[in-house]
């Protein structure tokens, strides 16, 4: 990072409570975008080499593991115990968890294997809220304009009005669930109307919260759901390290790995729906990020060597408010449900320097500017901006304890109050705008191959916009749940031959492309885990010594 205004000098530039002076800005924003964010550059991108996206640009660190090599051939599953399915989810955050209650509901034999433990994911760590459009005086037409205009207009109209469209019978599904909102008027719980916000970038307050851990509350209500239903078996810390596929090129299950068992299992389905989240955990551009532990791009690996079309691979969203200070919290979430309450962002020479509610991708390419240009905020080696949350409290007495109640636990982690102090902010990894092409159903190119969440493209384009994501993993989701359930018993796809012959392929394509077989992919954990597939598996030479990142 560059070296900022010393913070002793910056707060002494800034109060609480007065109006900073804000900074002439005549920059346009594709400029502003092509000079600062880490999607654009010289090194940005590469084009891929190998597979259905060759050609393609795609961010160089995330290409690397794209063409990797298995992590498994058939010496390694030869004996695995073979259990068999109608649907296998993979993925235990929320919209797995959508896609499974859905399938059952509709009658299918679901597994649900998850690499960590059932909610343990990016679902849980949503702060802001979930958007749909409710409101008399907003729509889903413009719901479905504000999605695509923040998206550069590379979002797939169809998809994204769908998920606009879905919006209101998301929320009443959510609410049956049991899933409870912020009202207008707390005092009346059972009349009150739904509290909405504005989000940035968007043109109507659309923004339906639980205080400040929707995704939470979101999650409870879900794995409530799935652990009470009887279609549901939930296989928890349990890994998928390769799909299989049968001889038509047909996705015809996957291959698991049990962490308590340390064993492969062989999972044979009618439909596979991935659910497997982002790849924030692999620390692109040699970012902090705000992804929970197990996001490492599996589910992108595993679809794209099976033969599934990606898109927008060379685009990230950097949520701009992540802990610049303590170095050791760098990277965790600061909601923008701040800045959509009326936090500002502030410089070192006391300035604003932003409109905090631009879409994401600008407020951050704006931080990134002002720490690159000098006038960004140093403290114990960090270089950031504030956040102002004690002019926010000060003008909003009681906000800090009633609707930002995650943000003041943060505060006191970092060792402040956030009504008397701001916190020192940088941009964080947070999203993959792009992921696996699907269609209105979630089905992928592969036949037998679903995608749902943030695995999934088509529907933020190149920028997402605050709440569209737990409004994108339900409607899709459920969808997918669906279309999974309904897919004929017959045509022996239970039955048929299925193994890993794809992988073959994959090898000999990377062979001609002159890439390397020892690099293999998934990663499954950060590679500070030191995770050891094959000494963890208990075979030996047979298994990679590393993978893409490092990982033993």
Same mark, same amino acid.
């Given at each position: ?33 092509? %000079? ?9 991108? #590469? ?19 794209? !063409? ?14 073979? #259990? ?22 509709? %009658? ?15 679902? $849980? ?31 797939? /109209? ?67 759901? $799935? ?66 532990? %197990? ?24 949520? /701009? ?6 170095? +050791? ?28 509610? !631009? ?45 930002? $109640?995650?943000?003041? +636990? ?76 309904? !897919? ?41 885990? +030191? ?14 010594? +590393?993978? $893409?990142?490092?990982?033993?």
């Amino acid at each position: 990072m560059a070296s900022g205004i010393p913070y002793d000098l910056a707060r002494q530039r800034w109060q609480v409570g007065a109006t900073p002076p804000k900074r002439a800005d005549e920059v346009s924003v594709p400029d502003l975008l092509k %000079g600062y964010h880490p999607d654009h550059g010289p090194r940005a991108r #590469v084009s891929l080499a190998v597979g259905v996206n060759r050609g393609d640009p795609c961010q160089p660190d995330f290409a690397a593991h794209l !063409q990797a090599n298995a992590l498994i051939d058939d010496v390694h599953i030869a004996g695995a115990q073979l #259990v068999t399915t109608d649907v296998l989810v993979i993925g235990g955050g929320g919209g797995g968890c959508a896609a499974a209650l859905t399938a059952a509901k509709d %009658g299918a034999r679901v597994i649900l294997a998850t690499k960590l433990r059932l909610g343990d994911s990016n679902t $849980v760590m949503a702060e802001g809220g979930i958007q749909a459009a409710v409101g008399a005086d907003d729509s889903p037409q413009r719901h479905f304009e504000d999605t695509l205009r923040a998206g550069h207009f590379c979002g797939e /109209p169809e998809l994204v009005a769908q998920m606009a469209m879905d919006g209101p019978a998301v929320i009443r599904w959510l609410i049956e669930l049991g899933m409870m909102f912020d009202l207008e008027d707390d005092d009346r719980p059972l009349g009150g109307k739904l509290l909405r916000k504005k989000p940035g970038g968007a043109t109507a307050a659309r923004i339906l919260s639980y205080r400040d851990y929707t995704g939470l509350e979101m999650m409870r209500v879900l794995r409530e759901a $799935v652990e009470l239903e009887p279609g549901i078996t939930l296989w928890n810390r349990c890994p998928v390290v390769e799909l299989l596929s049968d001889d038509h090129g047909r996705c015809a299950g996957a291959v698991v790995y049990n962490l308590e068992w340390r064993c492969f299992v062989l999972v044979r389905a009618r439909s596979v729906i991935m659910a497997t989240g982002g790849a924030g955990r692999l620390h692109l551009n040699q970012f902090p990020t705000s992804n929970h532990y %197990g996001a490492t791009g599996d589910g992108l690996v595993l679809a794209y060597r099976i033969g599934a079309r990606l898109r927008e691979l060379d685009s990230f969203q950097y949520h /701009p408010t992540g802990i610049a200070y303590p170095r +050791h919290l760098a990277g965790g979430l600061i909601s923008e449900a701040a800045r959509s309450a009326g936090a500002t962002l502030i410089n070192g020479e006391g300035e604003r320097f932003v409109d905090e509610l !631009q879409p994401r991708d600008v407020v951050a390419a704006a931080i990134l500017r002002e720490c690159a240009e000098g006038r960004g905020i140093e403290r114990g080696g960090q270089v950031g901006v504030f956040l102002d949350t004690p002019s926010l409290e000060k003008a909003n007495p009681g906000i800090l304890a009633k609707r930002l $109640v995650t943000l003041r +636990h943060l505060a006191k982690k970092c060792g402040h109050d956030a009504a008397q102090e701001p916190f020192l902010v940088y941009p964080t990894l947070h999203y993959q705008n792009g992921g696996v092409a699907i269609d209105r159903h979630g089905a992928t190119g592969t036949p037998g191959l679903y995608a749902v969440g943030e695995l999934a493209g088509g529907i933020h384009g190149r920028n997402r916009l605050m709440g569209n994501a737990l409004l994108d993993i339900v409607s899709v989701g459920r969808r997918a749940g669906a279309a999974a359930a309904a !897919q004929p018993a017959d045509g022996g796809t239970l039955w048929g031959r299925a193994g890993i012959g794809h992988v073959h392929a994959w090898q000999r394509e990377l062979t001609l492309a002159g890439l390397p077989l020892d690099v293999k992919a998934p990663q499954l954990f950060p590679t500070y885990a +030191h995770f050891d597939l094959g000494a963890d598996a208990g075979l030996g030479a047979g298994m990679p010594a +590393h993978g $893409v990142g490092g990982i033993r």
